[in-house]
């Protein structure tokens, strides 16, 4: 029993050694060799396009663009002069406007956190102290906080309604 396992592992061990050596030829879907190039489906039903490697065909004869004029293509087009291009490019003021939103819209939730913070804060430690508008300091701290964490979304939904009512198209 011992020698019998010892020789099927043994057989299992070359098998894999084997199984590894091998090289691995890439095959697609025509069926071709990878190591010679040649096709072996025989049914007359492909069309080589990508596995033929045959010395019979030359390479096609390849273009340059042609010269394209740039005109506006709508009421919110930019012309662009001087630019070296086949065909028409447009400007997608809708993303410039985005960016720009999303600048003005952080600028104001830092704004609003850093000065809504401290005054909210202050307003706790006068109504510690008595003092009599401790509560309002409060309340307007609490309001900068809130306008500030709260001005990005409005400010995506608000360009989100306008990209969906085709506003900027």
């Given amino acids: 029993m011992r020698f019998t396992n010892m020789i099927s ?3 299992l061990a070359a098998t894999a050694i084997t199984a590894l050596a091998l090289p691995a030829f890439a095959q697609d879907a025509f069926d071709s060799t990878a190591a010679t190039g040649n096709q072996t489906n025989n ?3 492909y069309t080589g396009a990508q ?3 045959g010395n019979a065909g030359s390479a096609p004869m390849l273009q340059g663009a042609t010269n394209g004029t740039i005109g506006p293509q709508g009421g919110d087009a930019t012309v662009i002069q001087g630019v070296n291009t086949a065909g028409t490019v447009r400007v997608n003021n809708l993303a410039n406007l985005e960016a720009l939103l999303n600048i ?3 600028g104001m939730e830092i704004l609003g956190i850093a000065w809504g913070g401290p005054t909210m804060i202050m307003g706790f430690m006068h109504m510690a102290a008595g003092t009599q508008d401790a509560m309002k300091r409060v309340l307007w701290g609490a309001a900068g906080v809130t306008g500030g ?3 990005p979304g409005c400010i995506n939904w608000l ?5 969906d009512a085709n506003l900027f198209s």
């Fill in 51 to 53: 596995s033929q490697q």
């Fill in 149 to 151: 964490l709260a001005t």
């Fill in 43 to 45: 049914t007359g039903n």
């Fill in 9 to 11: 592992k043994s057989l």
């Fill in 104 to 106: 003005i819209a952080n």
């Fill in 159 to 163: 360009v989100a309604s306008a990209r």
